[in-house]
Nanobody
Framework: QGQLVESGGGLVQAGDSLRLSCAAS????????MGWLRRAPGKEREFVAA????????YYTDSVKGRFTISRDNAKNTVYLQMNSLKPEDAAVYYC???????????????WGQGTQVTVSS
């Protein structure tokens, strides 16, 4: 059984940056597509970004394109989400996930972390 542990969340002001990390352990996550999803209060969990194992192809939801960057270090079994120019609407609990079911955009993955809170003040 694998485990995903997120870190790096916190309270920032609008316009600031944060880098989230997701450390994977317990199995070979390096072969999986990895994703970041988020859930804001009162809203459904939504896709943010994903990165494939083969080719390192990346995918983003429109609202974060140009501001967020997903990357991975397979040697360290770690996935990152660099978030720049943060906006109050980016505030949410951010989840790391692995091995999507159907496609990366659906909030359906086989493995999930516990989440890390990102708060953005205006």
């Amino acid at each position: 059984q694998g485990q995903l542990v997120e870190s790096g969340g916190g309270l920032v002001q609008a316009g600031d940056s944060l880098r989230l990390s997701c450390a994977a352990s317990g199995r070979t996550f390096s072969i999986f597509t990895m994703g970041w999803l988020r859930r804001a209060p009162g809203k459904e969990r939504e896709f943010v970004a994903a990165i494939t194992w083969i080719g390192g192809n990346t995918y983003y939801t429109d609202s974060v394109k140009g501001r967020f960057t997903i990357s991975r270090d397979n040697a360290k079994n770690t996935v990152y989400l660099q978030m720049n120019s943060l906006k109050p609407e980016d505030a949410a609990v951010y989840y790391c996930a692995a091995n999507p079911i159907v496609n990366v955009y659906l909030a359906r993955y086989n493995y999930w972390g516990q989440g890390t809170q990102v708060t953005v003040s205006s």
